[in-house]
C-alpha cells in the first residue's frame, strides 16, 4: 500500500513563525504536491515537484515556498506565519506518466495560527 | 466558469438506495477523471478512476463518463450510512499529474 505521511496532525503556531511541514512518501513517486482545504473552497493547490529539486506554482503559491530535497520527501514552508493561513494541510503523492497515475493523500496536518 | 464544479448538497438519501453525484468539467481535453471519497476530518481517498466514456463498476460503485457533455457522475447502489462522506470529483490537468478538485458533494445516508 502506498503510505504517505505528515509529520504532524495537529500544529498551532503564532503569528509571524516560520513554520515547517514535512511530507514523506514510501512508494518512490515521482510527483508530490501540497495542498489547503479550507470550508466552502475545497481543495487548493499551493506548489508541486515532478523531481527533486524541481518545483512549481500551484493555484495559491503566495506566503508559502517548498523545498525537495529528496524524492520521497516534500516539505511546505511558512516563512512568517499569518492567521489567514490557518487551514488543513494536505500532502499528496503520485507516479510519473501514462494515464493511471493518481494521487494518494496523506493524513493532513491541522494548523492554527494565533 | 469554474474549472471542476459539484453541487454541494448535501444529497439525502435513505438506506438501501442509489446515490447520484454529478460533476461537471470545463477543459474539453481533459482525459483523467478521478472520484474520492473524504469522511469528515480525514483524507481524501481514491474510490474510482474513469478514463473512457461509458459506465465503470467497481461493486456499488459506478462511474460514469461523457466526454461530449463534459460531465462525470457517480453512482453507487445500495447506499449505505458508512457512504456519508463528502465526494470530490477530480480532473487531470496538463500532463504533470496536477489535479483539479470539485469542491465536493456532501451524501447523507439516513438509516
Known amino acids: 500500500d502506498v503510505k504517505v505521511t505528515q509529520s504532524s496532525r495537529y500544529l498551532v503556531k503564532r503569528t509571524g513563525e516560520k513554520v515547517f511541514l514535512e511530507c514523506v512518501q514510501d512508494?518512490?513517486?515521482?510527483?508530490m504536491f501540497w495542498y489547503r482545504q479550507d470550508p466552502g473552497l475545497g481543495l487548493r493547490l499551493i506548489y508541486f515537484?515532478?523531481?527533486?529539486?524541481?518545483?512549481e506554482k500551484g493555484d495559491i503559491p503566495e506566503g508559502y515556498s517548498v523545498s525537495r530535497e529528496k524524492k520521497e520527501r516534500f516539505s511546505l514552508i511558512l516563512e512568517s506565519a499569518s492567521t489567514n493561513q490557518t487551514s488543513m494541510y494536505l500532502c499528496?503523492?503520485?507516479?510519473?506518466?501514462?494515464?493511471?497515475?493518481?494521487?494518494?493523500f496523506g493524513p493532513g496536518t491541522r494548523l492554527l495560527v494565533l | 466558469q469554474k474549472e471542476v464544479e459539484q453541487n454541494s448538497g448535501p444529497l439525502s438519501v435513505p438506506e438501501g438506495a442509489i446515490a447520484s453525484l454529478n460533476c461537471t468539467y470545463s477543459d474539453r481535453v481533459s482525459q483523467s477523471f478521478f472520484w474520492y471519497r473524504q469522511y469528515s476530518g480525514k483524507s481524501p481517498e481514491l474510490i474510482m478512476s474513469i478514463y473512457s466514456n461509458g459506465d465503470k463498476e467497481d461493486g456499488r460503485f459506478t462511474a460514469q463518463l461523457n466526454k461530449a457533455s463534459q460531465y462525470v457522475s457517480l453512482l453507487i447502489r445500495d447506499s449505505q450510512p458508512s457512504d456519508s462522506a463528502t465526494y470530490l470529483c477530480a480532473v487531470k490537468r496538463g500532463s504533470q499529474g496536477n489535479l483539479i478538485f470539485g469542491k465536493g458533494t456532501k451524501l447523507s445516508v439516513k438509516p
Open positions: 512508494m518512490d513517486h515521482e510527483n
Open positions: 515537484s515532478y523531481d527533486v529539486k524541481m518545483k
Open positions: 499528496a503523492s503520485s507516479p510519473l506518466g501514462g494515464r493511471q497515475e493518481t494521487q494518494y
